[in-house]
């Protein structure tokens, strides 16, 4: 089974730009949730998407934003980009149902490294 | 609200020694923690997850976890280390029963010849 697929790999961009990064979940997984990682802040939640729904947020400014397919392959958009940007945006995938979707795996994919300049 | 503590940044073991790395959550429902693995230039693996049930966990390459909740701790452990388990490693709660993971800030371990 393939795993969790993010394109693009890297990403260069100014200040000011915008970008979208992209996210294939693992195939009959219909959660995909979004982190951002960097070296002062760690790994923070972004956002969790069920069913082309946002279901869950974190604390980010509204220039980060997402969506998600109805084959549940998923975007995640960052307008007016920020130095502060920079980051490992990894996204992941569960299957999404279950009483307890806490007890569910999250995989997650290898990632795409934003630089801001 | 839920968190997770980790002590110790960086941990160095010698190769073949006990790989003992922390973890201390705060919750207030009883928590799902999670450990989970990172290689330079790579995402997330998970190594074991606790949920309900027996409170020692055991994962993959050969590493358990015992959940204790009157220490509020979930430690990972290996009997002996191995060259190949450097990396950084992280403790996660799950928030509230959802996919919203909190992270501690990480345990780089290195592990000497």
């Known amino acids: ?117 | 609200a839920q968190s997770v503590t980790q002590l110790g940044s960086h941990v160095s073991v010698s190769e073949g020694a006990l790989v003992l790395l922390r973890c201390n959550y705060s919750s207030s429902v009883p928590p799902y923690l999670f450990w989970y693995v990172q290689y330079p230039n790579q995402g997330l693996q998970l190594l074991l997850k606790y949920t309900t049930g027996a409170t020692l966990v055991k994962g993959i390459n050969g590493f358990e976890a015992e959940f204790k909740k009157s220490e509020t701790s979930f430690h990972l452990t290996k009997p002996s280390a191995h060259m190949s388990d450097a990396a950084e490693y992280f403790c996660a709660v799950s928030d509230s029963g959802t996919y919203k993971y909190i992270f501690g800030t990480g345990t780089r371990l290195k592990v000497l010849a």
């Not at chain 1, 790999?9 to 294939?24: D, P, W």
């Not at chain 1, 939640?45 to 220039?63: A, C, D, I, M």
């Not at chain 1, 999404?96 to 630089?115: I, K, M, W």
Request: proline letters at 4%; one cysteine or more.
């Open chain 1, 1 to 117: 089974k393939a795993g969790v697929t993010q394109t693009p790999r890297y990403l260069i961009k100014t200040r000011g730009q915008q970008v979208t990064l992209s996210c294939s979940p693992i195939s009959g997984h219909r959660s995909v949730s979004w982190y951002q990682q960097t070296p002062g802040q760690g790994l923070q939640f972004l956002f969790e998407y069920f069913s082309e729904t946002q279901r869950n947020k974190g604390n980010f400014p509204g220039r980060f934003s997402g969506r998600q397919f109805s084959n549940s392959r998923s975007e995640m958009n960052v307008s007016t980009l920020e130095l502060g940007d920079s980051a490992l945006y990894l996204c992941a995938s569960s299957s999404g149902s279950g009483r307890a979707r806490g007890t569910d795996t999250q995989y997650f994919g290898p990632g795409t490294r934003l630089t801001v300049l």
